[in-house]
C-alpha cells in the first residue's frame, strides 16, 4: 500500500539545484542511482510553485463540474479562434512551417517521456484505488499497440520532419521531463503531487486545439496531437479519470485537506519550465538560423577549399569566427549567393544545399534546410494541409509499427495465468514498461501482456 509521508516543506535546506537536462538522462539510464538527486529535485521544484497560482476549487467534491467547465470554456475559445481564421486572421501560433517544427523540437523532452510520472504506480495495479491511473499510463503506452504508443508516434514525427537532433536543447526544456521522470521515481514519497500533476496535466488546453489545427495546415500531420484531444475528454477519458482518481484516493478529514493542498501544489508544478506557449514565442528565424550555421561552423570550419573567397574572405576564414555569421549572410546576399523574397530554388547557395548532385547534400537536417528556406523566401509559401495531401494521393496517414515486432514468451498465452502468481514475471513486465523502455519490441509486448493481466485480474 502507498505511504503518504508528512509534508516536506520543513525540509533542510537543498543543495543547488541540479541540473534538468542532466537528472533527466541519468533518470532514464537508471533512476536507482539518482534517488537522492530526484527526491531533491522535485522539493526545490515544489518550492517553485508557491510563485503560482491554481484554479482548483477550495472543495475537492466540485472538481468534476470544474474540469467540464474548463473543457467548456476551452471549446468556447476555440470556437472563437476558427471564427477568426474564418474572417481572414492569421496563424495565430506558427508564423511558417520551421516555426513549427522548431516547436516540435523544442518540446520534445516532454514528449519524449509522455505519461511517465504514472510509472511508479504499476506495483499497485491490484488496488482499484489506482485502477483509472494504470489505465492512463497503459493508454499513453497504446496498450502495446506501436501506432498508438506516444512516444513511438512522436518520435516518428520527429525523424519525418527531420527534427530529431534536439539533444542539444537548453536546460530550461528538460524542467518538464525531468520532473515526469523524478515523480516516478519517487511516487510513493509524493503520491498527492503526482495525482495533482496528472490532473493538470491531463486537462484539455486550448493550445493542442490550435496546434493540431495549424500543423495540418503546414503539412504537417497532427495526428498526435489529435490523439489527445480525443482521450483527454471531460466525459469519459483521462481528465474524468484524473478526477475519479482524486476522489477514491484522498483521505478522509482532517488528513484529506493536507493531502489535498499537496494536490494543489502538484497541479502548479505544470506551469514550471519551458511550456507550448513559451516554445513557440521563442521563436526568431533570423536568430535561430544564426544558431544553426553557428553550430554547423564548428565543424565546418577547416572543411572548405579556400578557392571561393565572398566578401574578401574564405569559407573557412567566415566560418572561424562563428561570430561572423550575421555578417557571412549578409554577404552572400550581396554578391548574389542568396535571392530574398524569391522562390528558394532560385538562390545558388540553396541549390549547394539541395537539388541533383548538391555539393552540400547532407550537411543540414529537414529542420535546418526549412528554417534556410523561409528565411530566403520570407515564409512558408500555402501548400495543401497534410490532410489534403493525404485524400489528394488516396492515402491514409502513414503511421507504421515498427518491423521488428516479434513473438516473445512475453506473448505466450501460458504467461497470463503464470504472471498471475508471480511476483518476479511481473515484476519483469513492469521494468520493461518503464519510460527508457516501453516503446521498445519489448516493451511493447510487455505492455500488451500487462493489459491483459490488468483485464484478468
Not at 516540435?104 to 509522455?114: E, H, Q, S
Not at 510487455?446 to 485480474?457: C, G, N
Request: with cysteine; charged share 25%; proline share 5%.
Amino acid at each position: 500500500m502507498l505511504r503518504v509521508v508528512p509534508d516536506r516543506t520543513t525540509a533542510d535546506a537543498l543543495p543547488a539545484e541540479a541540473s534538468a537536462k542532466h537528472l533527466y538522462y541519468r533518470l532514464l539510464q537508471d533512476a536507482s542511482t539518482v534517488s537522492t538527486e530526484a527526491r531533491r529535485y522535485l522539493e526545490t521544484r515544489l518550492r517553485a510553485t508557491n510563485e503560482h497560482s491554481d484554479e482548483l476549487p477550495e472543495d475537492p467534491q466540485a472538481l468534476y463540474e470544474w474540469s467540464r467547465a474548463c473543457s467548456a470554456q476551452v471549446g468556447r475559445r476555440y470556437r472563437e479562434y476558427l471564427d477568426a481564421r474564418r474572417a481572414g486572421a492569421p496563424r495565430r501560433f506558427f508564423s511558417c512551417k520551421s516555426h513549427a517544427l522548431y516547436f516540435l523540437r523544442g518540446v520534445a523532452p516532454t514528449k519524449m517521456v509522455d505519461g511517465a510520472w504514472l510509472y511508479g504506480l504499476l506495483p499497485h495495479w491490484r488496488d482499484e484505488r489506482f485502477v483509472p491511473l494504470v489505465r492512463t499510463y497503459l493508454e499513453e503506452l497504446g496498450e502495446g499497440r506501436p501506432e498508438q504508443n506516444h512516444v513511438v508516434l512522436y518520435r516518428q514525427l520527429l525523424d519525418k520532419q527531420g527534427c530529431a537532433d534536439w539533444h542539444d536543447l537548453d536546460d530550461e526544456h528538460y524542467v518538464q521531463g525531468a520532473i515526469q521522470l523524478a515523480l516516478a521515481a519517487h511516487a510513493e514519497e509524493f503520491l498527492p503531487e503526482l495525482i495533482g500533476y496528472n490532473l493538470g496535466y491531463e486537462q484539455l488546453p486550448l493550445h493542442l486545439l490550435i496546434t493540431s489545427y495549424e500543423l495540418n495546415e503546414l503539412g504537417i500531420d497532427p495526428y498526435y496531437f489529435t490523439l489527445h484531444i480525443t482521450i483527454d475528454n471531460a466525459a469519459s477519458g483521462h481528465a474524468q479519470k484524473a478526477v475519479q482518481s482524486v476522489l477514491e484516493v484522498l483521505p478522509q478529514g482532517k488528513a484529506g485537506a493536507a493531502f489535498y493542498q499537496r494536490i494543489k501544489a502538484g497541479v502548479r508544478l505544470n506551469e514550471l519550465g519551458a511550456s507550448t506557449l513559451s516554445v513557440i514565442g521563442a521563436f526568431d528565424l533570423q536568430r535561430e538560423l544564426v544558431r544553426v550555421l553557428q553550430a554547423k561552423a564548428q565543424v565546418g570550419a577547416e572543411l572548405h577549399s579556400d578557392y571561393c573567397c565572398i566578401g574578401g574572405l574564405s569559407v573557412n576564414e567566415w566560418l572561424r569566427e562563428p561570430a561572423r555569421i550575421p555578417a557571412f549572410l549578409r554577404c552572400l546576399e550581396e554578391e548574389g549567393w542568396i535571392h530574398r523574397g524569391a522562390l528558394s530554388e532560385e538562390s545558388r547557395f540553396w541549390r549547394l544545399i539541395e537539388g541533383e548532385r548538391a555539393a552540400m547534400f547532407g550537411v543540414f537536417s529537414g529542420y535546418e534546410r526549412q528554417l534556410l528556406r523561409d528565411w530566403i523566401m520570407g515564409g512558408t509559401p500555402r501548400e495543401p494541409s497534410f490532410r489534403a495531401r493525404q485524400k489528394l494521393m488516396g492515402e491514409t496517414a502513414s503511421r507504421t509499427a515498427p518491423t521488428e515486432m516479434t513473438e516473445t514468451r512475453l506473448e505466450d498465452p501460458a504467461c497470463a495465468a503464470e504472471a498471475l502468481n508471480s511476483k518476479e514475471l511481473a515484476a519483469t513486465l513492469m521494468a520493461l514498461m518503464s519510460p527508457a523502455q516501453h516503446h521498445t519490441p519489448a516493451g511493447l509486448a510487455a505492455t500488451r501482456r500487462f493489459a491483459h493481466l490488468l483485464q484478468q485480474r
